[in-house]
């Protein structure tokens, strides 16, 4: 008996793990509209691991939007939907063709579906003859209260895939307005979502408009808005209301109109400037949706690693080197990727233990995420700047990052591997070197074409004056020309000579602001702008050349070296403060 009771669990556990992998397309029906938007999901059964989506193309169709992801169980069985949102082209017959899916060395397809693509005024004669027309709802009958009509027509409402979840587990908020009217209607009021990180997914740019059937009844549904929230924080959480005032239009008699709708944010604000036609009324009603409640439990703490930062997901981890060799004082980078899917958003920065030797800074971040799936999919880059301070080989060691992986209920720690790396004893200076004879050149050049032109401007200025000056019978009124006052090199980088040359960091730090000061008032860049890639965009136009620009942001560089760092930097300052001098007049800001 023991046996009979202990075999069948295990049959069905046994057939659940082994069963292969189902692969079906699916789709809302057998018809649908043409410009009418509407969903086909593809749809897996089985295969753990890492499957690979191959999209067929959707002739005859848009793409509004997919694939959707929307990984979940049924059981034991994991079950995946990839949804596309399409809008057929033209009526007539249209295939759905298969895709196929790709687990591990296997590939598989799923069926194609066949669909009758109808006009607009095709559905609305069908949806009429089955006693479902949306045009009788246009029509006000005698003694009909208008206010209960556009109640039981047009409303909002506001779904939640989950109303429990974990910290930094991703719930999938979608506010949706249902009419069978005609509307215009004006959202004047966002919910707040306090206690959660927002990524929008949707909205109402997206135009993505669907036909439900309530209680026997079609609507148009209009996705508004549809964002994916992380809660940040346990507890009990509410999502208040969407509130929305609407303009509603009705006829008085009998009129053929298939019912639109219209939603946008303070589109309402002003009056009409168009009267209602005659035979119709318009009503003007608010409504809102309901707050919902969502229940946010804490992430355990049995297991807990003492780096989490509240990573939720399934993640993978690589460290990247660009340059594995690095002349002296030049500035390196590190790359930690974090891929997957998860709360990508409240991502943190990993912590890297630089070897004695490299100083490590603060990361940029870029993100390349998939905004329709939910949890996020993607790719979170942490670009690490570094230098050097000694010539040698140095070994970066690995990064760890720890996660809670939703899939297994568990904390799981990964890391990346080791990386090495070469700095050298010397900066390269031949192209430095080269640039500077070139400058050279170029600067004698320049400096003639400029005086020429000074010269032939003053004449004209003085034949003008003769000419002109000598027509008036009153004196000709005072003309005053400001000139641009270009301070002398010698004065402004003199003091610089002058400090102490055990007082790096003094130095590198007068040199840098001096620069920064001079060409930013210069060219006007202030605020965000004020960086390096416009700084050398802005050099480059007025040049018409980039050795200056790349010149000087490698001075730049020596004196953030200088500043930031504890790099023992060789060079000579009256080099340096001569090639300074040498681009600054070069660019015109001194003389």
Known sequence: MKRSTLFWPLFLICTTVFAQPVFRTEAPGK???????????????????????????????????????????????????????????????????????????????????????????????????????????????????????????????VQLDKSRCLVGEAILATFKLYSRLESKSDIIKNPGFYGFTVYDMAGLSDKLVATEKINGRLYDVHTIRKVQLYPLQAGAFTIDQMELKNRVEFSRSRVNKKTEQQIAEGMLGAEEETAPEEGTEVFETSMHTEAVSVEVEPLPELGKPNRFTGAVGRFTINAILPQTSLARNEQGFLEIRISGKGNFTQLDAPVVNWPSGIDGFEPTVNDELDKTSSPLRGTRTFKFPFVCSAP?????????????????????????????????????????????????????????????????????????????????????????????????????????????????????????????????????????????????????????????SVKLLSILSICEAGIYTSASLDDDRDVLLQETGEILKKIGVLQ
């Open 31 to 157: 018809t649908v509209v043409a410009g009418e938007a509407f969903q086909i999901q593809y749809i897996l059964e089985g295969g753990e691991g890492n499957a690979v989506l191959q999209a067929p193309v959707f002739n005859g169709c848009r793409v509004n939007s997919g694939p959707n992801i929307y990984p979940g169980h049924n059981g034991l069985l994991s079950v995946t939907n990839y949804v596309y949102t399409l809008e057929a082209n033209r009526t007539g017959k249209l295939i759905i063709p298969a895709a196929s899916i790709s687990i591990g060395n296997t590939v598989y397809r799923s069926n194609p579906v066949t669909l009758e693509v109808i006009s607009k005024e095709e559905d609305t004669r069908r949806k009429s003859k089955d006693g479902a027309s949306m045009q009788s709802d246009y029509l006000l009958r005698p003694g009909e209260d208008p206010y209960r009509k556009i109640r039981e027509n047009l409303f909002v409402k």
């Open 392 to 548: 040698g080989t140095y070994s970066i060691p690995s990064v760890s990052f720890s996660f809670y992986d939703i899939d297994s209920n568990r904390y799981r720690t990964i890391e990346t591997v080791s990386l090495l790396l070469e700095a050298g004893a010397a900066p390269k200076k031949e192209e430095v070197q080269a640039s500077q004879e070139l400058s050279f050149e170029e600067r004698n050049e320049k400096a003639a074409r400029t005086a020429g032109i000074i010269a032939v401007v003053l004449l004209l200025l003085v034949i003008g004056y003769w000419i002109f000056g000598s027509k008036e019978k009153k004196p000709a009124a005072e003309v005053v020309v400001e000139t641009k006052l270009i301070p002398a090199a010698e004065s402004l980088l003199q003091p610089l000579q002058d400090i102490q040359a055990s007082d790096h960091p003094t130095f590198y730090r007068s040199l840098h602001s001096l620069i920064w000061n001079l060409l930013s008032a210069e060219f006007g860049i202030t605020g965000s702008q004020l960086n390096k890639q416009e700084l050398a965009e802005k050099i480059n136009n007025r040049l018409n050349e980039g050795d200056s």
